[in-house]
């Protein structure tokens, strides 16, 4: 890709020097409040080019796919030959993997076209099925032994009466879930202090803390496994609790 002109004239090492400098103007002010909001904002705004920069640097894939080894986390949860249904499945690199390395029978449902072209596109296998559906209105006639929802729960408003319809819905018995962290990193209660927006993204509803999500899936009717915590990321296992037909001997 050609060089666009400023950057030519104005290269990476000039624009570097610049910003430190911009930044230590910003931090000497006097009112160390305004100068800590303005820094944690521009935290957040790096944080996101950043995260943009990683997918167009994998091609349209982003590289914590192969660098946190999360897919690891649910394939190795999935039984040989398990029906599977991927809530939120993205450009499907998670369902082709659980499909591949389980033989499992995998549909994955999606909101967004453009993720599903790239499903199908990359990520097709002949056990995987691509549907685009609103994971609020999704209802299936075939039942499922899992349902992985990975970073998904946190963009749902109505959380407790989703999760709680799923076995009424698709027939799941089984969760496999992964959201954010809430206390990930020291800056989020700073800004929460500081009246800034603390969320990893601007369109999570909520993030959480083991104890949180503990209790929300509990008001749905799931029990909670004991949780990993890896990469500012809860990722575990739940199952439908007895009162809703299930004797929790196997979690």
Not at 108 to 115: E, L, Y
Not at 133 to 153: G, H, M, P, R
Not at 203 to 228: C, F, I, K, N
Request: with cysteine; net charge negative.
């Amino acid at each position: 890709m050609p060089l666009r002109p400023f950057q030519i004239f104005f290269p990476f090492s000039a624009w570097r020097g610049l910003v430190r400098l911009w930044l230590e103007v910003i931090r000497a002010q006097p009112d160390h409040r305004a100068a800590l909001r303005q820094l944690l904002t521009l935290h957040a705004d790096t944080y996101l080019a950043m995260d943009r920069g990683a997918v167009d640097y994998g091609d349209g894939e982003h590289p914590k796919h192969r660098l946190t080894d999360y897919h690891d986390f649910f394939v190795s949860r999935i039984a040989v030959g398990e029906r599977v249904l991927d809530v939120g499945c993205g450009i499907g690199s998670v369902a082709r993997d659980i499909a591949q390395e389980r033989d499992a029978t995998v549909v994955g449902i999606d909101s967004s076209p453009w993720a599903l072209d790239i499903a199908r596109a990359r990520f097709s296998h002949p056990r995987v099925t691509y549907l685009l559906t609103d994971a609020l209105d999704y209802t299936s006639e075939t039942s499922f032994d899992v349902v992985i929802l990975s970073n998904v729960v946190e963009h749902i408003g109505p959380r407790i009466p989703f999760l709680r319809s799923l076995p009424e819905r698709v027939d799941a018995r089984r969760l496999l879930i992964r959201v954010p962290a809430l206390n990930r990193h020291w800056t989020v209660p700073l800004a929460r202090e500081l009246g800034l927006p603390h969320f990893s993204d601007p369109d999570h509803e909520v993030e959480y803390l083991p104890d949180s999500l503990r209790d929300e899936l509990a008001q749905s009717g799931w029990e909670m496994a004991t949780p990993t915590l890896a990469w500012g990321e809860i990722w575990v296992e739940a199952r439908l609790g007895v009162d809703r037909g299930w004797n929790g001997a196997n979690l």
